[in-house]
């Protein structure tokens, strides 16, 4: 029983297990991902014509809030990417894997076209989570020291596995498209860097490579021995630093099962989330034009990356912890609707953001990731200063947002993508209540 062999075998168990606790978070999972994406295809709907030469329309999978299909893996990469586009899809701290948008975009193709039930959806979802935050803790944090981006190579294999487990496949097939999905597993950092606007590929190649992987195992194709572990296998190639135990230990922490997924109220990076929090804190009863300086205190791992002051694009702006306080500090919102060209050039969220520091603080970066605490300090026109700290933002399990939350959030993205109200309605009821033996099909319908 070599690594990779014990690492499915955890992965059945996880399949076979289901409890009511984990199937009642991957239905929030599933209408965050379902309001995420809905709002997201508006942003690609404006390049839906470039998106043909892609892939004409054809009888595959639903590509959401776009009124077409695709093949299942086009449509898999679609849908992640506008699950993605807005930055407000759910994640895990402690994996710093975005999970909804490539897991779930691929279960969903793929579901749809074997005419899968919401019950196999869910037993895809608490697998494909499990899967990914498995791998994100064996070899973070010294994946991204190496510049991968965890939402891409760790989704890879969440969806691929996600599918595998939606789809009830064997321990023979599990293992197969495990091997796939390292084969295909991809994604740079440096797509999240100045002006680039292919952060959400990586995230939709996951899905659209997951689902590829997962359909390989169903052609017969047989994968290597020990595809985690071997010679020149994932993980030796993709870290240089990382501890198996994650992939192989029976007593995993809810941390690292969909039940430590968060769900984000703010459209920037998780990282800028505490500070931000903490700015609309001290900023009740102040004027932005008082602030005079900023000062973000924070571990190390969300500094890389995070903390610069020259933005010039919306993703730019998403991705500093400076520019989305003052945004905060300045429009009391950090919304999918904030990050606007006005908004980016505003010469007052400008003047602010130039006037933070980012401050790496040993302490904080030694009780990281489990708690990635952030303490805002803001002086004043007049001579005074506040300080808050926060340390888990909105939305983190220890935090958590409430089903109507989730609702209230899934309605105003699905508004910006041009949903009616009625309809976000009956998708609410379908994901969070709908029995398991019901086809998935009635609740795709209502995404097309």
Not at 267 to 285: L, N
Request: aromatic share 6%.
């Amino acid at each position: 029983m070599n690594i990779s062999d014990q690492y499915i075998d955890r992965l059945m168990e996880a399949a076979a297990e289901n409890s009511d606790e984990k199937k009642a978070e991957a239905r929030k999972c599933l209408l965050d991902f379902a309001g995420a994406a809905l709002g997201g295809a508006s942003v690609l709907r404006e390049k839906e014509d470039a998106f043909l030469s892609l892939q004409p329309p054809c009888e595959g999978a639903t590509v959401i809030n776009l009124g077409r299909k695709a093949s299942l893996q086009n449509a898999a990469l679609l849908n992640g990417m506008s699950a993605h586009v807005f930055d407000i899809d759910d994640g895990n701290r402690l994996t710093s894997i975005h999970l909804g948008a490539p897991i779930i975009s691929a279960i969903l193709s793929v579901a749809e076209w074997r005419g899968l039930t919401v019950g196999d959806v869910l037993r895809g979802i608490i697998v494909g989570y499990e899967a990914a935050n498995r791998m994100g803790k064996c070899i973070q944090p010294h994946h991204r020291k190496r510049g991968f981006h965890a939402s891409g190579t760790c989704g890879t294999i969440g969806a691929a596995l996600g599918v595998a487990a939606a789809l009830s496949y064997d321990r023979e097939k599990m293992k197969t498209t495990l091997s796939a999905a390292c084969t295909s597993a991809a994604g740079l950092l440096e797509m999240q860097e100045n002006v680039s606007l292919l952060k959400p590929m990586n995230i939709g190649r996951a899905a659209h490579d997951g689902v590829t992987a997962a359909m390989m195992a169903d052609a017969g194709f047989l994968g290597p021995v020990d595809p985690l572990c071997g010679k020149f296998g994932f993980i030796s190639a993709y870290a240089d630093n990382y501890n198996t135990d994650f992939l192989t230990t029976e007593n995993l922490p809810d941390g690292l099962t969909v039940l430590g997924s968060y769900h984000k109220i703010h459209a920037s990076c998780r990282h800028t989330h505490g500070a931000v929090d903490a700015a609309r804190e001290i900023m009740k009863g102040h004027d932005a034009k008082d602030v005079r300086h900023v000062s973000i205190r924070m571990y190390e791992q969300g500094i890389k990356g995070h903390d610069h002051t020259e933005v010039a694009s919306p993703v730019s702006g998403k991705m500093s912890v400076p520019f989305a306080v003052a945004m905060a500090i300045v429009r009391d919102s950090v919304g999918f609707s904030d990050f606007t060209e006005e908004n980016i050039f505003n010469s007052e969220i400008q003047r602010i953001c130039k006037a933070s520091e980012v401050i790496c603080d040993d302490a904080l970066t030694a009780q990281a990731p489990g708690i990635r605490e952030q303490i805002v300090t803001i002086d004043f026109a007049d001579g005074t200063s506040e300080t808050k700290s926060v340390k888990y933002p909105k939305g983190e399990p220890e935090y958590p947002l409430t089903d109507e939350d989730i609702r209230r959030k899934a309605r105003d993205l699905a508004l910006c993508g041009g949903i009616p109200e009625e309809r976000i309605s009956t998708i609410s009821d379908i994901t969070l209540t709908a029995a398991e033996d019901l086809p998935i099909g009635g609740l795709i319908n209502k995404l097309a």
